[in-house]
């Protein structure tokens, strides 16, 4: 079992403890068990987050870093023909204060999944993915993103963070692992 495996196995009860689960049936959807949706089957672009937590009043979308995927790859930066129009925006906005040297490359690649990366999947929920018991429109709850990130890499997503002005609503530290559970739809 690979150590991002061994993550994901730890994310499926990291936010029992938290008051936002308290009266509500709550699942858990690891990667293998979300489902092409609508749009993937036409077009074959299928891109899914790692996890989703999922209630009747909330949806988590939920994105693994290992330390095998550095913040400072070049691919991160690259656009991509799946790309949300926000997606495309952040890493290139990110690409450019890179260049100029305002941002650093290990902060940058922060910015690009918490402002870019999960916020395009909450966008594609219920299009290119889907999951057991999704049933009609999630517009009605509200969504949150987490983000699972080597302890190693605080400092960097704490300033990420900060850069994109976004509001960090729980903590969870599990092994050498830190979860960043935020707020991405203003509902609720």
Same mark, same amino acid.
């Given at each position: 079992?690979?150590?991002?495996?061994? /993550?994901?196995?730890?994310?499926?009860? =990291?936010?029992?403890?938290?008051?936002?689960?308290?009266?509500?049936?709550?699942? @858990?959807?690891?990667?293998?068990?979300?489902?092409?949706?609508?749009?993937? %089957?036409?077009?074959?672009? @299928?891109?899914?987050?790692? @996890?989703?937590? %999922?209630?009747?009043?909330?949806?988590?979308?939920?994105?693994?870093? /290992?330390?095998?995927?550095?913040?400072?790859?070049?691919?991160?930066?690259?656009?991509?023909?799946?790309?949300?129009?926000?997606?495309?925006?952040?890493?290139?906005?990110?690409?450019?204060?890179?260049?100029?040297?305002?941002?650093?490359?290990?902060?940058?690649?922060?910015?690009?999944?918490?402002?870019?990366?999960?916020?395009?999947?909450?966008?594609?929920?219920?299009?290119?993915?889907?999951? =057991?018991?999704?049933?009609?429109?999630?517009?009605?709850?509200?969504?949150?993103? %987490?983000?699972?990130?080597?302890?190693?890499?605080?400092?960097?997503?704490?300033? %990420?963070?900060?850069?994109?002005?976004?509001?960090?609503?729980? /903590?969870?530290?599990?092994?050498?692992?830190?979860?960043?559970?935020?707020?991405?739809? =203003?509902?609720?």
């Amino acid at each position: 079992m690979s150590t991002r495996d061994e /993550t994901r196995d730890e994310e499926e009860n =990291p936010f029992m403890g938290l008051n936002l689960f308290k009266e509500n049936e709550i699942h @858990y959807f690891p990667e293998r068990d979300l489902k092409r949706g609508p749009s993937a %089957a036409k077009t074959g672009k @299928y891109s899914r987050p790692d @996890y989703v937590i %999922a209630s009747d009043r909330f949806v988590i979308i939920g994105e693994i870093k /290992t330390g095998k995927e550095p913040p400072r790859s070049t691919s991160w930066r690259r656009p991509r023909s799946s790309d949300s129009e926000l997606f495309k925006r952040v890493r290139n906005d990110v690409a450019a204060r890179e260049k100029e040297g305002s941002l650093s490359r290990d902060v940058g690649g922060h910015e690009i999944i918490i402002a870019g990366q999960i916020p395009d999947y909450a966008l594609k929920l219920g299009k290119t993915f889907q999951f =057991p018991g999704l049933e009609g429109s999630t517009k009605r709850v509200v969504v949150y993103g %987490a983000y699972t990130f080597p302890v190693e890499e605080k400092s960097h997503v704490d300033e %990420a963070f900060r850069n994109r002005d976004m509001k960090i609503l729980a /903590t969870l530290r599990h092994h050498d692992f830190i979860t960043y559970l935020y707020k991405l739809s =203003p509902e609720g």
